[in-house]
């Protein structure tokens, strides 16, 4: 079992930049591929970037790429999203989680998520 809690949300103006923490508790931390995932209104959710067990390989959704930023301390239990250079379009609760049983990209392939948390960007 792991729980995850997510932090960092809020509202920021476009062009700005917000860094999301999520905390991990319960198992061995390092025994995790993490991902985060988005879900704004209406829409499902969707994959935002993933990042494996001990920080070597990372993966991102191709609208973020080279504006977000996924990385992983793992003496802090703590897998982090840098979001540089924000747009509307990124507006969404956004929920981190763990273990995914085999693609990382596919949300319900995770065992455990987080609360999740609200991220507004505002034209």
């Known amino acids: 079992q792991v729980q995850l809690i997510e932090s960092g949300g809020g509202l920021v103006q476009a062009g700005g930049s917000l860094r999301l923490s999520c905390a991990a508790s319960?198992?061995?931390?390092?025994?995790?591929?993490i991902g985060w995932f988005r879900q704004a209104p209406g829409k499902e959710r969707e994959f935002v970037a993933g990042?494996?067990?001990?920080?070597?390989?990372?993966y991102y959704e191709d609208s973020v790429k080279g504006r977000f930023t996924i990385s992983r301390d793992n003496a802090k239990n703590t897998v982090y999203l840098l979001m540089n250079s924000l747009k509307p379009g990124d507006t969404a609760v956004y929920y981190c989680?763990?273990?995914?049983?085999?693609?990382?990209?596919?949300?319900?392939?995770?065992?455990?998520w987080g609360q999740g948390t609200q991220v507004t960007v505002s034209s």
């Open positions: 989680a763990a273990d995914p049983v085999y693609g990382l990209r596919v949300s319900r392939n995770y065992n455990y």
């Open positions: 319960g198992r061995t931390f390092t025994s995790y591929t």
């Open positions: 990042i494996s067990r001990f920080g070597q390989h990372t």
